[in-house]
């Protein structure tokens, strides 16, 4: 396909998204299964287009002074620094030429309102007062993608080196050892050899040094809480070496199904915890990792849609969910033990609030460290707080 008749299907998709609400991931695979003589190549630049234009979606409408999704890829391409003229060719498959009228209603971003400039709903403002602008700008960008090398099969330059067969580039994050940034290949890593034999998990830096800050010891017994697909409960195990035990636990069953699978590819000893039985687990565990649902605003550059459906309403019913969570999972912490606290959330309300909250409740436990991620450069935005339960 020729780059302008990408972007036409870039201002279909988006159109689509717009007008249904329907996620983008499964409006761009349709596209791609009814549109069988799209090569791989075409249907990645489709989705960078229209990712790009989901998480820049008001601040290219304002550029473009239109919020249609031409408008919106419009602005986006103008964002991206592309040549327009050579993208809305008004050619067979491609968009149709910019017009005067449109030429005339483009403008600069610079004095737009807080929540335009940033891609963020208005509400949020009073939320996300204290991140820097370099934080809200790393917000609205693409985001990289990280590796956890898993020491239970392979050194980081083993891992390396079986990336390499793959013709898979990465180096070294900054902000943990075993972690590995993808610069060539990203999209070969989920068939390469060194995901499928278990070398290497896609896990993102922050995420990573969020498991390393709860302190999994080889021997110790430990519940991953909020388990979702089993990323950090793999983290703990190998940090483990496999000695002791790793018990992941969700509300939801569906969220665990893939849990045995990737465990047995990693080579790594999980038990797994099914909805309603985690009370068997009551006054035993060493640690107990709670990494909360949260707004997930520190990975909204990985999942923008989420930004432009979230409500005050939601934020509220997340918050009472948090601290009944913490609640419940403290009953399995043995006296003495270990409680951490995790979010992937930027908003202070899910934060350093929900801890203050808790001490309120249990005056008797104490926080003995406490980490917040926000350098985007490194990994997502991060909460991390590490409670000692006293009885």
Request: with cysteine; proline share 4%.
């Amino acid at each position: 396909m020729r780059p302008d008749a990408r972007v036409q299907v870039a201002i279909e998709v988006l159109d689509a998204w717009m007008m249904t609400g329907r996620p983008v991931e499964r409006l761009l695979s349709e596209w791609g299964r009814a549109n069988r003589y799209a090569g791989s190549g075409d249907r990645r630049a489709i989705a960078d287009r229209v990712y790009a234009a989901v998480r820049q979606k008001r601040s290219s409408a304002w550029i473009a002074g239109d919020e249609t999704a031409r408008g919106i890829v419009m602005g986006s391409v103008l964002q991206a620094d592309d040549d327009i003229a050579s993208l809305f060719t008004g050619l067979r498959h491609a968009p149709a030429a910019v017009s005067h009228q449109e030429r005339a209603r483009i403008r600069p971003l610079y004095d737009a309102e807080w929540g335009v400039r940033w891609d963020l709903p208005d509400w949020l403002q009073t939320h996300m007062a204290e991140l820097s602008e370099g934080t809200l700008e790393a917000l609205r960008l693409r985001a990289p993608l990280d590796l956890r090398v898993n020491r239970l099969k392979a050194s980081p330059d083993a891992a390396l080196a079986a990336l390499g067969d793959a013709d898979i580039q990465a180096v070294p994050t900054l902000l943990v050892p075993d972690g590995l940034r993808v610069t060539k290949g990203a999209h070969r890593v989920k068939q390469s050899a060194a995901y499928l034999g278990g070398l290497v998990e896609i896990q993102d830096a922050a995420s990573q040094a969020a498991a390393i800050f709860a302190g999994a010891a080889p021997g110790e017994t430990v519940l991953d809480f909020c388990a979702g697909g089993g990323g950090k409960a793999l983290a703990l195990a190998a940090g483990m070496h496999n000695q002791g035990r790793v018990f992941a636990h969700d509300v939801s069953a569906a969220r665990l199904a893939q849990m045995p699978e990737r465990a047995a590819r990693a080579g790594a000893r999980i038990e797994l915890v099914a909805p309603g039985e985690v009370a068997a687990l009551a006054g035993s565990c060493d640690l107990v990792l709670v990494d909360a649902p949260c707004s997930g605003s520190g990975a909204w550059r990985r999942n923008p849609e989420a930004k432009w459906t979230f409500t005050p309403e939601r934020l509220d019913a997340l918050a009472t969910l948090q601290a009944q969570i913490l609640v419940d999972a403290r009953d399995c912490v043995r006296p003495g033990g270990r409680l951490v606290y995790l979010t992937c959330s930027m908003l202070q309300v899910e934060n350093i609030a929900q801890i203050d909250a808790y001490l309120g409740r249990f005056a008797q436990d104490r926080v003995e460290d406490q980490r917040t991620f926000a350098d985007l450069a490194e990994g997502d935005g991060f909460f991390a707080s590490l409670i000692r339960v006293d009885g």
